[in-house]
């Protein structure tokens, strides 16, 4: 059963508490009633609390920007891993989000650099290939890059979005690769959905 | 295959049943709007979450309720489980064993059914639309994967036409560079929507054409896919592609993904002739039990079982010999749900298992 959120008298009506449990409620993954507990929680807590999160929020604003040349966030300008030495300039992984990189970070088997495109081709969302800034990353690839590993998600639009990075950048001599896809580690065959087994059936590969 | 119990609740103008069904024939008489065939609706929903009379889900729910709730024991030659569809107005839930399935996808091929319905005239002799929903249901209850092939086909051409709309407004270089991505996985899925459809419509083809002359003198009556003549999805994929190549004008004057098997058709022809052009009324009822027909002996053919038979008023309006040939084709070694006003209405020699009286949506054993 849902109530109405902000029937006269209750708490939301507030127009304080109204206009923080909005501003909570743009936020992914949180409905209005998850925003309305949430802001109930804070008000609950010592002040010194909240305004620890409130600096924690306005440090983010000013004190973190994406970086100029591959999209990830940092405090510094460029980004660390666009400024490591030790990382090898030559790879480019082009990936959708900044959770991807994070993701890829944490296997600690990548050490090349990152492009985030910040969303996929998908045109019903009105999505084309300048909003997710391939123009910028085909300028990229102009500097000396040996590879460019295609990370999107093995989505239609992820794979759409990888194919047509594939042909934009042809002419440019660099060597493109896309993550391999099939079955999870530690888990069951049994379970596997027909479309990832059938894939993972059709790019079996030799035991070496 | 065979639905062992059934508890409806709320659903339709069902307001509460709760049957406990044999094998064989379980016939249910009543009156016109008693909840005959929302008895049938329930059972197509636990069987494939959808309904065959309404796209707009909270109808099924009964007047002035806010749930409704299906859920049935099903027997197969693999075992038995428990089916359950909650239903509310913007939400429904599925369960096979208590456990919740994820898509809609995962319900198929759990309880497999063959509607016979008076609707069937359109699928036999009405538009494109009709035959491809036909055949689409057919194979996704003896193929669930199918679904997840064809929801990824759909969603291909949705975003290939607003790129073309798009495009209608501005068509630059760029613009066909980021068509051309989209092309190729189009063309991959409709050749395999196409190569699974025509496969199908191969294997129910002889079929259709033998139950049609079981029934009728007039046939032979013939199914076709002419878009799966070449067989393998390779030549299947180079000839959508010539297709694409050759509409590429049209296309980008009207915006629209103008081939694909989300236009194709599966016309039906009698003695040679386009059944929903020249067809008679008969002829296209006949044409209509054939392809029902033909659909039940092609799922156990691909399955090994009998699907569960749900006839619903179709026999009342044939005459006494087409009535005899019609229960000559059906297959009953299996379950038959069959509804009906009138006993009188089945014919003659047919004796069901069990008997149901429906009435002011309830529904209850005849008293023997």
Known sequence: MTQPLSSPGSLSAVPIIERAVKQLSKLPGIGPRMAQRLTLALLKRKKEEVQELVDALGQLIDGVNPCPECGN???????????????????ICVVEQHQDLIAIERTSQYHGLYHI?????????????EEIGIPKLLRRLNEPVREVILATNPTIEGDATAHYIQDASKTLGVRITRLARGLPSGSDIEYADESTLALALSTRSELK | MRLASLLIRHFRLIGEASLELGSGMQLFLGLNAQGKTSLIEAIVFLSTSTSHRTHKEEE???????????????ERLDGEETLACGLEKKRKSIKADDVALPRVGDLYGRLRTVLFAPEDMAVAAGGPAERRRYVDMAIAQIDPSYIGLLQQYRRLVKQRNQLLKRMQLRSDNSAQKELAVWDAPFLDAAAKVTERRGRYVRALAPLVTEYYGRLADDGPCVIHYPAAEPETAE???????ERLERSRGTEAER??????????????????????QFGSQGQRRAAALSLRLAEARAARDAVGETPLLLIDDVVYEMDNTRRARFWDSVDRTGQLIVTAADLGHLGARIEPAQ???VNHGSIHPAAS
């Open chain 1, 73 to 91: 966030y940092d405090q510094q300008t460029p980004c660390r891993i666009c400024a490591d030495d030790q990382r090898d300039r030559s790879v």
């Open chain 1, 117 to 129: 495109l910040g969303g996929v081709l998908s045109p019903i969302d009105g999505v084309g290939p």
């Open chain 2, 60 to 74: 099924l729910i009964q007047w002035g309720e806010e749930t409704a709730y299906l859920r049935g024991r099903v």
């Open chain 2, 235 to 241: 030549d299947i994929r180079a000839r959508l592609a």
């Open chain 2, 255 to 276: 915006g629209n993904t103008l081939i694909g098997p989300h236009r194709d058709d599966m016309p039906c022809t009698l003695a040679g002739k386009s059944l929903a």
């Open chain 2, 355 to 357: 008997i149901f009286e």
